[in-house]
């Protein structure tokens, strides 16, 4: 949980859907986070993705391949926006329902991630309906005989 001050309004997490299956892309951003500028500077900060069963705490500022690229702006107010989109991989999940993609913040080298409290929902890939096949044709049964009678009037095959 992240703790502000009385009448601060804390970091929120943004995804475009709201929802996403594995393989999906989706946007994502961190709006309203208030750091001080004299100690922090906005190329510092990190974004990294997990998903809640892992967690932020397993995550180091200097993990490259959890990171995604993003743009900081902002004066009082800073805004951090992934610049490329996401891909949804929840492999991780198992069979966990309550599993949720997450985005943990860093300030900057010296600080551990953040754990934005918004959460992308996981949701089962969307089924594609499929169109009944309808075949027409024409069936026709063939008796074919394969030797001769041996008496007059009675038929074999």
């Given at each position: 949980?992240i703790v502000v001050?009385a ?7 943004v ?6 299956w594995?393989g ?8 309203d986070i ?6 922090y500077r906005?190329?510092?900060?990190r974004v990294?993705?997990s998903?809640?069963v ?12 959890r990171?995604?690229p993003?743009?900081a702006?902002g004066?009082?107010t ?11 991989d ?15 913040f860093?300030?900057g080298?010296?600080e551990f991630?953040?754990?934005?409290p918004e ?6 890939a969307?089924?594609?309906?499929q ?7 024409i069936?026709?049964n063939?008796i074919?005989?394969?030797?001769e009678?041996?008496t007059?009037g009675?038929?074999f095959?």
């Open positions: 949980t001050r009448g601060m309004k804390p970091p929120e997490g995804f475009l859907p709201h929802r996403a594995h999906a892309q989706f946007y994502a951003a961190i709006t208030m750091i001080p500028q004299d100690v906005l190329q510092d900060m990294a993705t998903l809640s892992e967690g932020c705490g397993g995550i180091a500022y200097y993990d490259e391949e990171h995604v993003v743009s702006s004066d009082l800073i805004s951090v926006e992934v610049t490329t989109p996401l891909q949804l929840s492999d991780g999940c198992l069979d966990d329902p309550t599993c949720e993609f997450i985005l943990c860093f300030g080298p010296k991630g953040i754990r934005i959460a992308l929902e996981i949701i089962f969307p089924q594609v309906l169109p009944a096949v309808v075949t027409r044709g069936a026709s063939t074919s005989v394969l030797r009678p041996a007059q009675l038929l095959y």
